[in-house]
T-cell receptor, first 110, second 113 residues
Framework: TQLLEQSPQFLSIQEGENLTVYCNSS?????LQWYRQEPGEGPVLLVT?????EVKKLKRLTFQFGDARKDSSLHITAAQPGDTGLYLC??????????FGQGTTLQVKP | NAGVTQTPKFRILKIGQSMTLQCTQD?????MYWYRQDPGMGLKLIYY???????DKGEVPNGYNVSRSTTEDFPLRLELAAPSQTSVYFC????????????FGSGTRLTVV
């Protein structure tokens, strides 16, 4: 069974701080995605990374796919209260379906 | 373009009752999925479909049933509701299975009392 471990589970920081969320597995994934979910809504896709070592930037968010395609990280620079939410990583496993991590709840205080 | 639409948004059921959660998508996606989300547990796959007339079980199918008579609709049926089925349910769809991401609906919050 393929698993994705996300850390940390909870993060509470002040506005302006930087943070990194990690997503790790012992399995190889063909792609890895990051979603952001707000209360009462479904997850919304932020980015997909496909190539080992790939780095993608989305404004203040930087996503990296590990060289071996087993792990990924999400780095947020100068966090803002609008970044508050649940962040989920998901890997496309060997069955083709997505496997989700447990999620990281981020709270950014003004 | 509505994307994935789920109804109802909220529902309270008594133990032993049945209900159907509706899901429809207007993107002509072949792949559709039902997940449940419990606090700290991420998303668990209940059932999925690769096209009209084809469905298969996910990780946690017990107590649920699905059908896929059209490309657009993928309803989830709960028979004999139990407190363990209290959760938030999400429907999702994709054009290619998994690799480039899913589009999710806004969810149905179900409480079984």
């Amino acid at each position: 069974t393929q698993l994705l471990e996300q850390s940390p589970q909870f993060l509470s920081i002040q506005e302006g701080e930087n943070l990194t969320v990690y997503c790790n597995s012992s399995s190889v994934f063909s792609s890895l995605q990051w979603y952001r979910q707000e209360p009462g809504e479904g997850p919304v896709l932020l980015v997909t990374v496909v190539t080992g070592g790939e780095v993608k930037k989305l404004k203040r968010l930087t996503f990296q796919f590990g060289d071996a395609r087993k792990d990924s990280s999400l780095h947020i620079t100068a966090a803002q209260p609008g970044d508050t939410g649940l962040y989920l990583c998901a890997g496309a496993g060997n069955t083709g379906k997505l496997i989700f991590g447990q999620g990281t709840t981020l709270q950014v205080k003004p | 373009n509505a994307g994935v639409t789920q109804t109802p948004k909220f529902r309270i059921l008594k133990i032993g009752q049945s209900m159907t959660l509706q899901c429809t998508q207007d993107m002509n996606h072949n792949y559709m999925y039902w997940y449940r989300q419990d606090p700290g547990m991420g998303l668990k796959l209940i059932y999925y479909s690769v096209g009209a007339g084809i469905t298969d079980k996910g990780e946690v199918p017990n107590g649920y049933n699905v059908s896929r008579s059209t490309t657009e609709d993928f309803p989830l049926r709960l028979e004999l509701a139990a407190p363990s089925q209290t959760s938030v349910y999400f429907c999702a769809s994709s054009s290619i299975q998994g690799v480039y991401g899913y589009t999710f609906g806004s969810g149905t919050r179900l409480t079984v009392v």
